[in-house]
């Protein structure tokens, strides 16, 4: 039995934007695949969890995949290696037997970033030109990437981090003529400046305000993975047109849970999930036609398997 490994520069190589974000919106105009989640976590009384998740997704006779991905939040710190790693590993759909493991972080830059441009490309102003990046971390590069092949029109990035030096490198990195990319320290002023907020944390108590952000403005918001964070707070989640990438993802992912739980919002808050927005919406190629420009859109990025099982897909069909 042949087993390929398929590394993160092939990858990156073959899944560029414009195809990939493509791939995404015609796989979600099928119908969607059985997809599961096991977490396990490692408790600390004195920081953030360690966690173990398995992601599978399944089209019968078609796709199987699984993501097996780890959060070790102090990595970075403890042992200079990355808080999060993964592999994805995809199967034959007729026998079951393993094709290919797939460098799971590459796969996940991908994936999320895609995910989250197009979720954008439907709910973000079509004249958006400002965009605010909460969060420097790997993934934010690919995600800027990402939104500015959706939102070709973007003239600047302002990038907020924790961590004012991480945000001012990753702006030096990747300012150019044709979109100013700078690091702020102010990310409150940023949120009622910007056509388009991102936020890509670890975060444990909301970052985004919602009162701070401006009319018209799509909030995109892929942190929060487990119960336990969050990054949107109360006023946003009750000001804004809410969608999220899968429908059976919102009681689990820490930006919904508390609020369903609580009353604060309930599950027909929820106006749809990528597949109501890719099937649904007005328009094929999706440009701005479900913005809101008096109000606010929400997209939560919940990393449901079936996105990875799609970027596998994609990836496969080039890789052959």
Not at 185 to 206: C, H, K, L, N, Y
Not at 208 to 217: K, L, P, Y
Request: proline share 6%; glycine share 6%.
């Amino acid at each position: 039995m042949k087993l390929d490994f398929i590394d993160a520069a092939a990858i990156h190589n073959l899944l560029d934007w414009p195809y990939l974000i493509e791939s995404m919106r015609q796989a979600h105009r099928e119908a969607p695949p059985m997809i599961g989640r096991l977490a396990l976590e490692s408790p600390h009384p004195d920081r953030q969890s360690d966690v173990l998740i398995a992601a599978p997704a399944w089209i019968p006779g078609q796709d199987l995949g699984c993501k097996l991905i780890t959060s070790f939040p102090e990595n970075s710190v403890r042992h200079g290696v990355p808080t999060v790693n993964s592999i994805y590993a995809v199967f034959d759909p007729q026998t079951g037997q393993p094709r290919a493991i797939l460098d799971g972080e590459a796969m996940i830059f991908r994936k999320t970033a895609a995910t989250s441009a197009l979720a954008a490309n439907y709910l973000a102003s079509p004249n958006a030109k400002y965009m605010m990046m909460v969060g420097a971390g790997a993934l934010a590069p690919f995600v800027i990437q990402a939104m500015r092949t959706v939102r070709p029109g973007l003239e600047e990035v302002r990038i907020w981090n924790r961590s004012p030096e991480k945000a001012q490198r990753l702006a030096q990195r990747m300012d150019s003529p044709q979109c100013k990319i700078t690091a702020v320290q102010d990310r409150e002023t940023g949120f009622g400046w910007a056509d388009i907020v991102v936020a890509a944390t670890m975060s444990e108590t909301p970052i985004i305000s919602g009162a701070a952000v401006r009319n018209g403005a799509h909030v995109n918001l892929i942190g929060a993975f487990t119960a336990a964070m969050r990054e949107g707070d109360d006023a946003l989640l009750t000001r804004a047109d809410l969608y999220i990438d899968h429908r059976a993802r919102a009681a689990q992912n820490g930006e919904f849970k508390t609020a369903l739980e609580s009353g604060l919002i309930s599950q027909d808050d929820l106006l749809g999930d990528l597949f109501d927005i890719v099937k649904l919406a007005p328009s094929t190629a999706g440009y701005g036609c479900l913005a809101n420009l008096d109000g606010v859109t929400l997209f939560k990025n919940a990393g449901a398997s079936h996105l990875d099982l799609f970027t596998a897909r994609a990836l496969m069909a080039r890789y052959a």
